[in-house]
């Protein structure tokens, strides 16, 4: 996981007043099936990582941004995600990290 960790982009824009570090962490995208419960499933994240943010919950959709500090918690979050993937109604799920174009979008966002 450390090595994940070192290739995560780190960018910083500055636009007049506001200076921007971005690279916010990965974001866990989980795939639901017609049981899905999602506070369940957020309850389960935060069991691992605190300070998760969910980020959109749309149609059969959910998306985290999980805190690149925490990296180390994710082969422990992944394994339990997949053993209680049928309890917790997930389809499937993946992970990414923070793209470019994310990144354009925030610094603009925030000035």
Do not use: W
Not at 13 to 21: E, H, M, Q, V
Not at 31 to 52: A, D, F, H, W
């Amino acid at each position: 996981m450390k090595t994940i960790q070192s290739l995560l982009p780190r960018t910083v824009i500055s636009c007049g007043r506001c200076t921007l570090a971005a690279g916010v962490g990965y974001h866990l995208y989980i795939v639901k099936s017609g049981s899905c419960i999602t506070e369940n499933i957020l309850e389960l994240i935060r069991s691992y990582m605190p300070q998760v943010q969910l980020e959109s919950n749309v149609g059969a959709e959910l998306s985290f941004i999980l805190p690149k500090e925490q990296c180390a918690a994710f082969e422990a979050l992944f394994t339990d995600l997949e053993q209680n993937q049928d309890s917790l109604g997930i389809a499937s799920f993946g992970v990414s990290v923070t793209t470019l174009e994310e990144v354009f979008l925030r610094s603009f966002q925030a000035c």
